[in-house]
């Protein structure tokens, strides 16, 4: 809990205007803790902190355990005490919570005296590079607030030169692509006039695929860029941001600096804005370890670089990220699954997401064909857009029935038919209702698609099969004609044939002949 003076604190700031969040990082406190102060009386405080004096605390039991383990094992964490205290229970979850656990060890190795061990980094300040020798290269991100009240992530691209500590700073509103990372190195080559023998980088997917032990695998792109135009580089171990803490500290200072509490406009008036603080403060001010001024000590430094003219401001890239496409025709955007058409996805397929106006262009990568086109959604988890095929077929359905109903009459027992056909076979009722058109557009009949209707609904019979066959029997049951006693005509047969008769045998004949025997026995 608290104490009296932090959280009158919390009052004083809460009295003067702040929000929760900026007086947990003004305290230092956890937001939930601030959270549980904010609107609580001095009277109620007062009455908590009794009741937590009184309070016996939960941990207790384990006092004895926890502090001969951290006699023992200084460096050990609380999380780890937690988990050994589980294990003598033999798994049961003690009354306690991890969070309140370890404000309990914080507060027994205060009371006891077992401060956990230094293990901070040592390090060694190293000399200046020579003149035009080294830079370093790092990115970073930012979220500012736009004009329009929204929040929008910016991506930043910052070189320095290690011995003036001149610097460069790029901004873009997407992630760095290998492309755009190239882009920006042709920025800062000719923000410079030059370029410096050896550049620092981080182990960033960007530009290095895989360390392998030393042998580098850069990224295609990357390497024919370094190939054009040949520098050396040195790439930091994993892990190791201090190895090239000059670069950290300018994408930091760019980052809080220049960048925050900006409002965003467009990224050409924030990339201007930037040119004229790098100009006015970034690299006018005297620096803190240096004690020279940035730009003077460029001056002379530029003289050092090592021309790179064959690569200007004009050097085009496509900065869209390729997003790929699901099987299930779907792509995954900010949180969000935005449709495409049935059938767009095959193995490998990529698209560009292109916002415009707060729609979003879902465009093929290599034709740049629009796919389709969505409302740009900013909340999360939403499945964004509506089937193709249902879009379509919905109001074709209701123009279908329409010219059924029309076919058939359109009385109510029409549509009570139709009706039941739909609660009968309602998964296959768009089926059944192309059926019952086609039925209708060939009946000649006045009443034969009337009597077919009443024919069904009389039985119970609400499926197009069904009225097909009631129209087939009730048209044969009109069309049966009464018989005809006389001879039939005899076209066709031979007219020497006609009037002859067949000769007309006794059977005992064949009667006879059976009793003989069955012949070749």
């Known amino acids: 809990m608290i ?3 932090i959280y009158g604190k919390v009052q004083e700031y809460k009295r003067r205007g702040f929000n929760k969040s900026q007086v947990k990082r003004k305290l230092g406190k956890d937001y939930k803790t601030v959270l549980k102060y904010w609107d609580m009386s001095p009277e109620e405080y007062a009455a908590e902190k009794e009741n937590a004096s009184s309070r016996v605390c939960k941990p207790e039991p384990y006092e004895e355990y926890v502090v001969e383990c951290l006699r023992e094992n200084p460096d050990m964490s609380a999380a780890q005490l937690y988990d050994w205290i589980l294990e003598k229970r033999g798994g049961i979850i003690p009354s306690f919570k991890q969070r309140a656990f370890r404000y309990y060890v914080a507060d027994i190795r205060q009371q006891y005296d077992i401060k956990k061990p230094n293990k901070d980094r040592q390090y060694e300040a190293t000399d200046d590079p020579p003149m035009g020798d080294q830079s370093q290269v790092d990115m970073g991100e930012t979220i500012l607030k736009t004009d329009t009240g929204r929040h929008k992530k910016l991506y930043c691209f910052g070189m320095v030169l290690s011995h003036s500590r001149d610097k460069f700073v790029w901004w873009q509103e997407r992630p760095f692509m290998t492309e755009s990372f190239i882009v920006c190195h042709i920025k800062a080559f000719t923000f410079f006039g030059g370029r410096t023998r050896e550049i620092v980088y981080d182990q960033d997917k960007v530009l290095a695929v895989s360390e392998n032990h030393g042998d580098i695998i850069y990224t295609e792109g990357f390497q024919s860029f370094v190939n054009s135009v040949n520098f050396d580089i040195y790439l930091c171990r994993g892990n190791d941001p201090e190895s090239k803490g000059r670069i950290e500290s300018v994408v930091k200072y760019a980052k809080h600096g220049f960048a925050e509490h900006r409002i965003f406009h467009n990224i050409d008036s924030f990339n201007e804005d930037c040119m004229k603080w790098l100009e006015r403060t970034a690299n006018a001010k005297e620096h803190e370890t240096t004690k020279r001024i940035p730009a003077e000590v460029f001056s002379i430094e530029k003289q050092y670089l090592i021309p790179v003219s064959e690569f200007n401001f004009n050097y085009t890239v496509n900065e869209n ?8 025709n779907i792509i995954l955007y900010k949180s969000n699954r935005y449709r495409v058409p049935k059938g767009t996805y095959e193995p490998g397929k990529k ?4 916002i415009e106006d707060e729609m979003i262009n879902i ?12 409302s740009l959604c900013y909340e999360r988890g939403r499945l964004i857009g509506q089937k193709r095929e249902e879009r379509d077929k919905s109001q074709s359905l209701k123009d279908l029935e329409e010219n059924i109903l029309k076919l058939m009459g359109a009385d109510a027992v029409a549509q009570e038919f139709i009706e039941g056909i739909h609660k009968e076979k309602p998964r296959y009722y768009r089926d059944q209702m192309g059926v019952l058109k086609s039925i209708c557009e060939e009946q000649t009949h006045d009443n034969a698609i009337k009597n077919a209707i009443t024919y069904c609904m009389e039985r119970s019979l609400y499926s197009a099969g069904d009225f097909k066959s009631a129209i087939i029997y009730l048209n044969e049951l009109n069309n049966t004609a009464p018989p005809d006693n006389k001879p039939k005509d005899m076209l066709g047969f031979p007219e020497k044939y006609r009037g002859m008769a067949p000769q007309v045998r006794d059977l005992g004949i064949y009667e006879k002949a059976m009793e003989g025997g069955i012949i070749n026995e």
């Open 363 to 374: 465009t093929d990568v290599q034709t740049g064909e629009i796919y389709v086109r969505h």
């Open 3 to 5: 104490d009296w003076m």
């Open 321 to 328: 990220i390729p997003y790929p496409v699901r099987k299930d």
């Open 351 to 354: 698209v560009y997401m292109l």
